[in-house]
């Protein structure tokens, strides 16, 4: 198996959004993504082709919420408007997210675009005994 390099010049062809940024921006966005999505031999998405498209995606994603798209910067709230009014301006929003929840993917379209993808790999997988190793099968309602 391979892990994917992030190529910062075919980033930026993907998601033309993200221009503005410096490579250095662009590579600390994707090594965040990283934290999310494992980039390495064992990782869940053994697909490489796969796992760097799924790794743009929370690339754009990380990139849009720390340093903003097309030359402007971040949004300044973070998560859901509670209220709002309109005479004198007032906002507020509230962040009540439980980690590795739709929520917070969801403040983008790249992760609202990711969480969908992946949904295949948040469901229980079968693990099989390690091969030599019998499981003995217990019948109670048997002499």
């Known amino acids: 198996m391979a892990v994917v390099v992030f190529d910062p010049a075919e980033f930026r062809q993907i998601y033309p959004s993200f221009a503005t940024l410096s490579d250095a ?8 993504a990283t934290l999310y999505l494992s980039n390495k031999d064992t990782s869940a998405v053994c ?7 799924l790794l743009y995606l929370l690339t754009a994603h990380v990139a849009a919420l720390t340093y ?22 007032s906002v507020s929003a509230e962040y009540n997210v439980a980690p590795g929840s739709a929520q917070w993917y969801a403040q983008t379209g790249y992760g609202a ?3 969908e993808a992946t949904a295949k790999y948040r469901v229980g997988r079968y693990r099989p005994a390690p091969t030599g190793y019998s499981v003995p099968v217990v019948i109670p309602w048997r002499p």
């Open 113 to 115: 675009q990711y969480w």
């Open 25 to 32: 921006q662009l590579s600390h966005a994707f090594s965040m």
């Open 68 to 89: 903003g798209e097309n030359g402007q910067g971040p949004r300044p709230l973070v998560g859901r408007i509670s209220s709002a009014t309109e005479g004198s301006v």
């Open 47 to 53: 697909d490489v082709d796969e796992r760097k498209v």
